[in-house]
């Protein structure tokens, strides 16, 4: 297979928090003086239940947490100050590379065109990527529910390969989530490239190719 453009996820991908989410949540029920009444893992479990097309992560936090807090007897208000709390404890540039993450891009800006397609908004992923220091490195960056669709929606993809130039057979997307990544990689005709978190999972969809880490990413395992 000729590959010609390679498009990258950002979140779980590239980086991570240095400051896992479940502390700042934790730190903003303190912030605000109230037990905790759910766990972080409720929002990204519930996360497209609230989220709409150009919305600001720090919307849709506000929006979601006071029907968490209206679900649990507490007042809506409530809910919308620990989202506040939440964002005045987050840094959003406090973030780190993944193993192999750097020279990953790094091969790949040097031989093929490169993109990023990422579910997030602009004002939130490009304090990541500063923090980085890798915006530049990127031809095209496509933010998905704001620039197009979210993925999986094919949509994301094609706004990427247009501005490359790029045909979908011969780019590979890089990314964590089967629901996002390969199912979206998939969509829009691109061979996937998952990045495998747990060695023991028998994945649906299956992945063109399957990688343990970012390392194994800069090998160029579609060849």
């Given amino acids: 297979m000729t590959v010609d453009a390679v498009l990258f996820d950002l979140d779980d991908t590239l980086c991570e928090y240095r400051r896992p989410a479940g502390d700042v949540l934790s730190a903003a029920f303190e912030r605000v003086g109230v037990e905790p009444w759910f766990p972080i893992e ?18 849709l936090r506000r929006r979601s947490f006071a029907a968490f807090a209206e679900e649990a007897g507490l007042d809506e208000g409530v809910g919308r100050a620990v989202a506040e709390a939440f964002e005045a404890e987050r840094d959003q540039s406090n973030v780190r590379f993944l193993p192999g993450a750097r020279e990953a891009v790094q091969t790949a800006a040097e ?109 160029e395992p579609w060849h």
């Fill in 111 to 219: 031989r093929y065109r490169v993109g990023l397609v990422t579910n997030g908004d602009p004002w939130m992923q490009s304090q990541k990527l500063a923090g980085l220091g890798i915006g530049d490195r990127f031809e095209t960056i496509v933010h998905g529910g704001h620039d197009a669709a979210y993925k999986p929606d094919p949509e994301p993809f094609y706004t990427a390969l247009d501005e490359l130039g790029v045909d979908a057979g011969r780019a590979v997307h890089v990314g964590n989530s089967l629901s996002a990544d390969v199912t979206g990689a998939h969509n829009a005709g691109l061979r996937s490239v998952w990045l495998d978190g747990d060695a023991s999972i028998d994945p649906d969809p299956v992945p063109d190719h399957r990688v343990e880490s970012m390392h194994d990413v800069a090998e």
């Fill in 42 to 59: 409720t929002f990204y479990d519930r996360f497209e239940e609230f989220a709409r097309p150009g919305d600001d992560i720090r919307d």
